[in-house]
């Protein structure tokens, strides 16, 4: 009786601990990732922590939240040691959290786009002279291409960058607050598609003249 007790109780044990890691992963997996222009628009600012490793953090303030990515360096010498560096995390018998992997699975998560090339090189963060931005587009995918990455490594960021862009009143502030900052663009946009709206219906009363009685 005392054996079986023992035994529901590690089970138990068990079934929670397995219920908690798959909570954490599925709030990792439910869409958190943003590419870097999106982030932006949502109110994160990506800045450079000015380190040359992995480490990656989110600094949530009460109303912008702040990514802080380390300085990449992509080039003729780097390139190879990355992928040799990731074909060695894949071996089985080497046990490893596959730290390099997982950062360019993390990156490739975040760069979409030639625009988003272009905001981390004025940054300071991205730098390569490999080519166009839209060739380091897929370069990185390259880099981040059949890699088992690690949903623990940058699980607060994920999380902390999930938060902040579902929270619908921070993102509505800054949405509101950017719209002030540049009235004259939103009120150029708006005129313009006053002035669209009006060469239509001046096109229909062309084509489709109004009969006089």
């Excluded at 303030?61 to 060695?88: C, E, T």
């Excluded at 699980?155 to 607050?177: A, P």
Aim: a neutral charge; glycine letters at 4%; aromatic letters at 12%.
């Amino acid at each position: 009786m005392t054996f079986y007790i023992i035994e529901q109780d590690m089970h138990d044990q068990i079934i929670v601990k397995e219920k908690i890691v798959k909570k954490r992963y599925d709030s990792i997996n439910m869409g958190t990732y943003m590419n870097i222009q999106e982030l932006r628009a949502k109110g994160i600012r990506v800045e450079s922590n000015k380190k040359a490793t992995a480490d990656i953090s989110f600094l949530q303030g009460w109303l912008n939240g702040k990514l802080m990515l380390p300085k990449i360096i992509l080039d003729d010498i780097s390139v190879p040691v990355f992928l040799n560096l990731i074909a060695y995390e894949l071996c089985p018998d080497f046990k490893n959290d596959r730290e390099i992997g997982t950062f360019f699975a993390f990156m490739d998560s975040f760069i979409r786009q030639p625009e988003d090339v272009k905001y981390l090189r004025s940054t300071g963060i991205l730098h390569s002279n490999l080519g166009s931005d839209e060739e380091l587009v897929k370069l990185i995918h390259f880099l981040a291409t059949d890699l088992v990455p690690n949903p623990e490594t940058y699980y607060d960021v994920c999380f902390g960058i999930k938060k902040h862009v579902t929270n619908k009143l921070k993102t509505n502030m800054v949405r509101f607050l950017a719209y002030i900052r540049h009235p004259w663009t939103n009120i150029a946009v708006h005129a313009a598609e006053l002035a669209l709206a009006l060469a239509f219906v001046q096109t229909w009363f062309t084509v489709h003249p109004l009969k006089s009685n």
